[in-house]
């Protein structure tokens, strides 16, 4: 399906650190609908590894929640016809010339990308509203999820969210909460749309979709429970002290989510293999953070049950 890339039949959709998303746009049946992630420069680990690493045992749990994929070899000839799609466009984006390889996988979106208006709350909560149809897509970021130690007043996610200037701050941990705290959130984010111009009313809809995946964000939860993670980054002095364990602890904790708050469906992705090089910039941030853990800085953070 891949043998030929016209950069005619496809158009950018995202990215982030390491990946780019195209989409496809052109005729062929076969690849419509669909999408590929190629691997940016500054990336250190390949395309084949990710795809070995999200086809281990170690996923499970989540397996259901990740979107089915297959890799192709598209040569060197094909990452230069994806790369000159960005270039085309102005992207500043450079995917890695010895990876050869790409990953295939359906299209979230059910339109063009650019068909929907994109509500950005902060950098970990988006929203994408089809203009014409009334698809509704939401993504977030969960970050951190799990039991806070003994002590702590406020978690990472709040205090990375200051520490990025994000203008809202609404407390992820509150995913884990009961229903009364799930309703508290998701009215948080309610009034954040209607301050962005939003007029139509999504508490209900959102509370009813996060409801129906409580159990995904108990499981990430559980997931992320299974070490020390504060212990762990306080104790790295070299690559060689990050092990197995400790990379897919950070995986778990970058993913994102996507909502399809009209159909219900829900998907996990931005599942990416992290590298031991990124040992230093860990331990970094969580010695930088140490003590705001302990203070009281008035974010509405921890709900009742972590207390």
């Known amino acids: 399906m891949l043998d030929t890339i016209n950069p005619q039949e496809w158009n950018y959709i995202g990215s982030g650190s ?5 989409g496809y746009i052109g005729n062929n049946d076969d690849l419509k609908g669909m999408v590929v992630r190629l691997r940016l420069s500054k990336s250190h680990i390949s395309t084949k590894e990710i795809y070995d690493y999200l086809n281990s045992a170690q996923f499970n749990e989540l397996k259901r929640y990740i979107p089915k994929m297959t890799i192709h070899k598209v040569g060197s000839h094909g990452i230069l016809s994806f790369q000159s799609i960005l270039d085309d466009i102005g992207m ?11 990953l295939l996988m359906r299209n979230i979106f059910q339109f ?3 068909d929907y208006q994109r509500i950005e709350l ?3 909560y988006k929203f994408f509203f089809h203009k014409t149809n009334k698809e509704i897509v939401f993504e977030l970021k969960p970050k951190w999820l799990y039991n806070l130690p003994e002590g702590y007043k406020t978690c990472r996610n709040c205090i990375i969210a200051q520490l990025k200037g994000q203008s809202f701050i609404v407390c992820h941990l509150k995913l884990l909460g009961n229903e009364n705290t799930l309703s508290q959130w998701c009215e948080e984010i309610n ?3 209607k301050k ?5 009313d999504l508490k209900e809809k959102l509370q009813e979709s996060l409801l129906e995946n409580h159990d995904l964000f108990k499981r990430i939860a559980s997931i992320q429970n299974r070490i020390n993670i504060h212990e762990r980054l306080e104790s ?5 002290d990050v092990n197995d364990e400790l990379c897919f602890a950070m995986t778990i904790r970058d993913l994102s989510i996507l909502i399809k708050l009209n159909t219900g469906e829900t998907y ?7 590298s031991s090089k990124k040992w230093r910039s860990w331990k970094e941030q969580e010695m930088k953070i140490k003590d705001q853990y302990l203070k009281d800085l008035d974010f509405n953070c921890r709900f009742e049950t972590n207390t």
């Open 18 to 22: 390491a990946n780019v998303v195209l």
């Open 92 to 102: 500043k984006l450079s995917i890695k010339p010895t990876d050869e390889y790409v």
């Open 112 to 114: 063009p990308i650019q």
């Open 122 to 124: 902060n950098k970990y």
């Open 191 to 193: 009034n954040e749309l």
């Open 196 to 200: 962005r111009g939003l007029e139509l």
């Open 236 to 240: 790295l002095n070299s690559e060689t």
């Open 268 to 274: 996990i992705v931005d599942l990416d293999k992290k």
